[in-house]
């Protein structure tokens, strides 16, 4: 009978953590009604963790070959990421009614403070990236991967903040342009 792979790694995750974590065989004789069973059970979870050890390490390395490739497809930086699109106007139609009779100097003020925002979520969301990588680089911080999985979820939300920042900053700069330019063409 052949046991389908996903199902093999889950029992082994499930059941066989704490056998890889032992330093080797037991040497020792076995005590209790089940001694036998479990010694049993001992060296198949052994024979199975070294295959799944080469699987793992054959998935790893496919990983590592599909991020490198995504690296080359998408921009690194979430500046570059953003600049893909910032002709849209990030404000309601009321706000931009609103704001036209604004002076230049009060879209440079409002400029200079989503670009202030913008610097400071940078920075949270590089400290985000940091605590992420660090519990890739030290997986048994996390087994279940649930706080990489909040960490991820947080920056997520920090990026769409940053996106917004970023797109209001260029908005009111724009802004301040043209009326600088209307104003000497006065």
Sequence with gaps: MLIPPIVFISIFLACGSSFALADG??????????AEDTLFTFTVHEESSTITGDKLAALESKVKTLEARMN?????????????????????????????????EEHVREATAHHQKAEDLHMEIQRLQNRI?????????????FKRSRLKHMKGHLIQAFRKATTKTVWHTRQAEKIITSEQNL
């Design 25 to 34: 065989p037991r040497t020792g004789p076995i005590h209790g009604p089940f």
């Design 72 to 104: 080359k497809l998408f921009p690194q930086s979430l500046i570059e990421q953003h600049e893909l699109n910032l002709e849209q106007v990030p404000y309601d139609s009321n706000r931009v009614q609103m704001m036209q009779g604004w002076t230049s």
């Design 133 to 145: 990588d660090r519990f890739f680089q030290k997986p048994y911080l996390d087994t279940k991967g």
